[in-house]
């Protein structure tokens, strides 16, 4: 298994440009979560999912959009890329139950 | 919702064991703990999770008081690749709680040699 996959690894937008985050996982999880953590900072929850076609807000989901047609993918949408969305951006499945996440590698954006 | 508490740094000598605090005083009945760590700035990596009972597993133990209210994350052999910042996390259960994951800041765990 690959686990959760996360592309791309590095970008760099400009203002008011617009990209999708991409995740896959192979595990058949259920669960879905993106997540983004700034410098020195702990994670914050942007959006997750329950299972396909489920999304729902997390902490902090201004800016930011998702679906979740197929189980396996989860895309992050950024519509208006603002320098306050620089981060890194993780995604995380869980399978259900009291099963931990699992993470992928995230991507790290920068916006000028 | 349950927040955790810990300390912002720590040290241990590379062969020793770390014992890594973590303070939950507000956890109610159903929301289990936790651990992860995130080495450099890679995908928080899970180590442990637990709800009542002590648990162990091949990379640590965790060890969680009667009350509940706090908990410890014991890696029994450190070694330099164990360097790394460690999260405690409190989850309550059922799908609508998801939101409620909060990460707060954790503890830097620095392995010496």
């Known amino acids: 298994n690959a686990g959760v996959t996360q592309t791309p690894k590095f970008r760099i937008l400009k203002i008011g440009q617009s990209m999708t985050l991409q995740c896959t996982q192979d595990?058949?999880?259920?669960?879905m979560y993106w997540y983004r953590q700034d410098p020195g900072m702990g994670l914050k929850l942007i959006y997750y999912?329950?299972?396909?076609?489920?999304?729902d807000k997390g902490e902090v989901p201004n800016g930011y959009n998702v679906s979740r047609s197929t189980t396996e993918d989860f895309p992050l949408r950024l519509e208006l890329a603002a320098p306050s969305q620089t981060s890194v951006y993780f995604c995380?499945?869980?399978?259900?139950?009291?099963?931990?996440?699992?993470f992928g590698d995230g991507t790290r954006l920068s916006i000028l | 919702d349950a927040k955790t508490t810990q300390p912002p740094s720590m040290d241990c000598a590379e062969g020793r064991a770390a014992n890594l605090p973590c303070n939950h005083s507000?956890?109610?009945?159903?929301?289990?703990v936790y651990w992860y760590r995130q080495i450099h700035s890679q995908g928080p990596q899970y180590i442990i999770h637990?709800?009542?009972?002590?648990e162990t597993n091949e990379m640590a133990s965790l060890i969680i008081t009667e009350d509940r209210k706090s908990s410890t994350l014991i890696l029994p052999h450190a070694t330099l690749r164990d360097t790394a910042v460690y999260y405690c996390?409190?989850?309550?259960?059922?799908?609508?709680?998801?939101?409620?994951?909060?990460w707060g800041l954790g503890t830097s765990l620095a392995v010496n040699p």
């Open positions: 995380a499945s869980r399978l259900g139950g009291d099963q931990p996440q699992h």
């Open positions: 595990m058949n999880h259920n669960y």
């Open positions: 999912s329950v299972g396909a076609g489920i999304t």
């Open positions: 507000t956890i109610s009945g159903n929301e289990y």
């Open positions: 637990g709800l009542k009972n002590n």
């Open positions: 996390i409190v989850r309550p259960r059922g799908a609508g709680n998801n939101r409620k994951l909060i």
